[in-house]
């Protein structure tokens, strides 16, 4: 009996090798990977001679359709798509009142869940959500369980902005996630300091984009960084750290994870990171408005020796959809902070760790497809493995392209990476076994993706291997 498609002649990579093979598809899944010899005919096949075959990329901090990007799910999932991602974490936002806020009044966690869930239907990939808890309402701790049970299994707070929580209402969260086996997710600054620097920087007229890095210093979220992952061990929750920026951060998460393993802390960095030092400020002025800032190059290459020895897990987008009107500011602070990324990331970080510095396919698998997959509790995505989701990717390792803005899918209309060259692009990307892309244009339409519900985590370490090169 003849399988839905064939993926003939490539260099599969999994979490652990490469090998020359063949990947059979049938009924949205991998029924086989080996030998072509061995596998049944196929309706459709697909030639990946000379190509790299990887699992799907699974991004686990994207902002879609809300007050952190003009994104809508078609437009952002379009752009997912485009760069080989096939499924992506965003957030079910708590409502909350405050001048950053789009909502009129407070309102429940999982209010935000179904906000965002209703959403779905737009997505060209797999869509999953964070709950997102950003105001201490002792009742949210009461929602947590029904979110678990509608598949959200981690949970984000931040430290700082007026969404953020005191680290004492932190701890209950950490107290009552830990008791469910959720996954605490942390963006770290230390606000007093953040906020005092800002003000300082705002009294003395200083609000050229180059001036941005001196209001959130490395040592704020090496501060929260800290803190927050000490609460979180003190009560055996799994603590995962959004978007490490520094040396200074990821020294204060390595040391925790030394002392309490890779069960219950791990941390991930963003490609603009591991790709950009902080010159863009100068370059490229409000565009790069982000938080936490854009270090310099010392911190980034900090960046990647923890990748190596496996302190930092995964290399996100922490994707944002904002315009350049939008981005627009004469002083730094009234720049909207965040960029877009989803497009780019594969590329560019094959580019900056496989071409640029040698490091393997396998870590590369690693990185943006198997361990945000185990660690988020996806065990059908971030594999070829048979019996999981055909979310595939068919990448040409050797073609090299430049980067513009003008090929952007999401409703962002510029690009940090404007410009560069960068060698290895995607061809083919399959979602369920159904394309979205083919000979990279976009052929997928709303309703190719849905949303996926997560299961609790195991962090065991041979589920979700760190480091090597």
Not at 70 to 95: K, N, P
Request: contains cysteine; aromatic residues 6%.
């Amino acid at each position: 009996m003849a399988v839905d498609t064939l993926i003939i002649g490539g260099t599969v990579v999994s979490p652990e090798t490469t090998r020359r093979a063949s990947v059979a598809i049938d009924d949205g899944r991998v029924v086989a990977v080996g030998d072509r010899a061995t596998l049944p005919a196929a309706s459709t096949t697909i030639d990946a001679t000379d190509k790299v075959v990887m699992p799907g990329v699974v991004d686990p901090h994207v902002h879609i359709g809300d007050m952190f990007s003009m994104d809508s799910y078609e437009s952002a999932t379009a752009a997912a798509a485009l760069g080989g991602v096939t499924t992506c974490i965003d957030f079910g936002w708590q409502a909350w009142v405050g001048d950053a806020s789009p909502f009129d009044a407070a309102g429940p966690l999982m209010d935000g869940v179904e906000r965002k869930r209703a959403k779905a239907d737009e997505a060209i990939v797999d869509v999953s959500l964070h709950g997102g808890i950003t105001r201490e309402d002792p009742a949210v701790l009461d929602e947590l369980p029904a979110a678990v049970d509608a598949g959200v299994t981690s949970f984000k707070m931040y430290s700082t902005y007026e969404m953020g929580v005191s680290y004492g209402f932190m701890e209950r969260v950490f107290e009552r996630l830990s008791d469910l086996g959720a996954v605490a997710v942390v963006h770290t600054e230390d606000d007093s300091v953040c906020e005092t620097r800002t003000a300082r920087l705002r009294e003395e007229g200083r609000g050229d984009p180059t001036d941005y890095p001196d209001a959130r210093p490395d040592y704020a979220e090496a501060m929260a960084a800290g803190d927050a992952v000490r609460l979180a061990t003190e009560h055996g929750c799994k603590y995962y750290g959004f978007h490490t920026t520094s040396e200074k951060a990821a020294a204060e998460l390595a040391r925790y994870r030394d002392r309490y393993g890779p069960a219950l802390v791990r941390a991930e960095t963003c490609t603009h990171y591991t790709a950009l030092e902080e010159s863009v400020y100068a370059e490229q002025g409000t565009l790069a408005m982000l938080a936490p800032p854009i270090r310099p190059e010392e911190d980034r290459e900090a960046l990647i020796d923890h990748l190596r020895r496996g302190t930092l897990d995964v290399v996100s987008s922490d994707h944002c959809g904002y315009t350049r009107e939008r981005k627009a500011a004469d002083d730094w602070w009234d720049s909207a902070f965040g960029a877009n990324g989803l497009q780019t990331e594969l590329p560019v970080l094959h580019d900056e760790l496989v071409v640029r510095r040698g490091l393997s396919y396998p870590l590369l698998v690693r990185l943006k497809c198997a361990n945000p997959a185990r660690l988020f509790g996806l065990p059908n995505k971030g594999t070829l493995d048979p019996g999981t989701d055909a979310d595939v990717v068919v990448f040409d390792p050797t073609t090299t392209e430049t980067v513009t803005a003008e090929e952007n899918a999401s409703t962002a209309d510029f690009t940090l990476f404007e410009g560069r060259d960068v060698t290895g692009t995607v061809e083919t990307v399959l979602v369920r076994g159904t394309p979205v892309v083919r000979d990279g244009e976009l052929v997928g339409t709303p309703g190719d993706g849905a949303f996926v519900g997560r299961e609790v985590p195991t962090w065991d370490p041979s589920v979700a291997p760190t480091g090597g090169d």
